[in-house]
């Protein structure tokens, strides 16, 4: 599974995965140990386009603005 995630703070994070034979973005917040950790996924997408809509709508994020995580 491949992730991305944002190069300001990583908060934001976009994983790949392989769902019944098609590749589904799934956009994740992820919150520090201090507010108690864990996740909120705050939708899926079915292709590019799709991701950077979603993107716009819910974060002030870009496509630009993501990077491979380690």
Known sequence: MREFVCGCC????VSVELIRGRYRYRLVRR????FGGGND???EAG???ELADLL???TP?????L???A
């Open 10 to 13: 990583g908060r934001w994070r």
């Open 31 to 34: 919150y520090r140990p201090e």
């Open 41 to 43: 996924v705050l939708g």
């Open 47 to 49: 292709s590019i386009p």
């Open 56 to 58: 716009t709508r819910r």
């Open 61 to 65: 994020l870009t496509l630009a603005d």
């Open 67 to 69: 990077r491979e995580a």
